[in-house]
């Protein structure tokens, strides 16, 4: 059992209902980081529950057949994203807690946030926190909580339900390597199993030969509402037609022995800002602004590459043909915008997962693409810097001043801002784990 999360169960007796239902009757608690999550005001009882009377089939079920995306779908603007996502679509007559679970791949954040007070409500939830586990923490206890109610099923007399089939059925494609890799890259096109178009599928999987399964799922996960998901004889066109030379053995490297949190130990943002500040102090940057030509030849290309804008990329990347040849791309039309995308492709190079040909900077929130960032922020407006330079104005006025001078957007300062607990998060649109601060 996970120590920074639990789904407990106390079964309560019920009369009504399908069988399912009456046997799987709970007060349900959820609970992370030693807060409950489902903590809210019984007005029947006229008192603070932590455990509200749920129906934990319902909840198994959703869980079971969400498993995938649960799992592995980032947040997004996909119109069905919260149905896969929020407790609050279960249904079934109950009032469900306003939690939101998604992951970046590496970790699962549980947001919480309060329900309206509403006259004739029984019940009315309070948590208002963001907590993060590991995604291998919160898999292992989805395990036990749906192992647990199939059990309570058993015991109760009540077998071939819809739950068991689909759980039986995720189990086996989890122990299926093939199955496993097209239900994840499914699950990152934000598409319930089977939804997918096979052929697109199959296209991603073929392309993982070249590009690495790695990247092909950085691809898949950047479709979004667009749907779009260039092929490797695409980004290859693109590379050649709009990108840049340059050669991964002339990139910067990183001394060994560096130190650096292995991935998932730690917040996305916090591994990508400390690759950032052992390179800062490596090539001896101290504080001073990174010039466009220093900045290319960081990354091994030219500094045309910062300078000239080519259009038809829709994201950014690099493409390696060999150690010594590569190409590279830029989606930005503004200088701020390419320095940002190349200074995420270097860090991608130093401490991404870079086991073929295809480096992505991608707009979606996979745990590769935010620790992308982070070091993009802090290599190029290291943030002790920006922080003394502030002071204690974060006055729009004052971020730009502190931009224009690291060269810069706004948005990159006004970043780094939230993720140190400077100014506060405001939505999901902020990174994944800001508002726990892990």
């Known amino acids: 059992m996970s120590t920074n999360w639990t789904i407990s169960t106390e079964w309560e007796p019920l009369d009504i209902g399908p069988p399912e239902e009456r046997a799987c009757f709970a007060a349900i608690g959820i609970m992370a980081g030693q807060v409950w999550l489902t903590e809210g005001q ?26 995938w995306r ?37 970790r699962t954040a549980l947001l919480a946030k309060p329900t309206e007070e509403r006259p004739q409500t029984p019940f009315r939830y309070i948590a208002d926190v963001a907590s993060v586990v590991k995604a291998s923490e919160f898999e292992a206890e989805i395990d036990i909580f749906i192992d647990q109610v199939l059990q309570r099923l058993e015991s109760k007399g009540v077998r071939a339900t819809n739950l068991g089939e689909i759980w039986t059925a995720v189990l086996e494609e989890r122990r299926t390597p093939e199955r496993a890799r097209e239900r994840k890259l499914e699950a990152l096109l934000g598409h319930e199993p089977d939804e997918s178009d096979p052929r697109l599928v199959a296209q991603l999987v073929a392309d993982a030969e070249q590009l690495s399964i790695t990247a092909v799922e950085e691809i898949a996960a950047d479709a979004g509402p667009r749907g779009a998901v260039p092929t490797a004889a695409q980004l290859s066109e693109i590379a050649e037609e709009t990108g840049f030379n340059a050669s991964p053995r002339d990139a910067v490297r990183l001394d060994p022995g560096s130190g650096l949190p292995r991935v998932g130990e730690v917040a ?24 466009n030509s220093r900045l290319a030849s960081l990354a091994g290309t030219q500094v045309q590459a910062l300078t000239d804008r080519k259009d038809g990329a829709d ?16 989606r930005s039309k503004w200088e701020t915008g390419r320095r940002f995308e190349l200074a995420r ?22 745990y590769r693409q ?69």
């Open 70 to 106: 649960l799992r592995w779908e980032p947040r997004s603007s996909i119109e069905d994203w919260a149905f896969a996502h929020r407790l609050t679509t279960i249904g079934g007559g109950y009032i469900w807690p306003n939690l939101t679970i998604f992951s970046d791949g590496e």
């Open 268 to 291: 996305a943002w916090r591994r990508g800002e400390a690759a950032a500040k052992v390179l800062r102090e490596q090539e001896r940057f101290n504080g001073e602004t990174i010039s």
């Open 345 to 366: 492709l270097l860090g991608d190079r130093l401490i991404g997962t870079n086991d073929g040909g295809l480096l992505p900077a991608t707009r979606s929130y996979t």
């Open 370 to 438: 935010k620790m992308q960032r982070s070091f993009a922020a802090e290599l190029l407006s290291p943030f002790e810097i920006v922080d003394a330079m502030l002071g204690t104005d974060y006055s729009m006025e004052n971020q730009l001043e502190v931009a224009h001078h690291f060269n810069v957007s706004e948005l990159t300062i006004g970043t780094q801002l939230v993720n140190h607990g400077r100014l506060e998060r405001e939505d999901l649109s902020a990174e994944l784990e800001v508002a726990a601060n892990p």
């Open 315 to 330: 994201i950014s990347f690099a493409f390696d043909k060999n150690p010594q040849q590569s190409r590279v791309v830029l």
């Open 42 to 67: 019984d007005a029947l009882a006229n008192r603070l529950r932590k455990a509200p009377l749920l129906s934990a089939y319902h909840l198994a079920e959703w869980i079971a057949w969400n498993w």
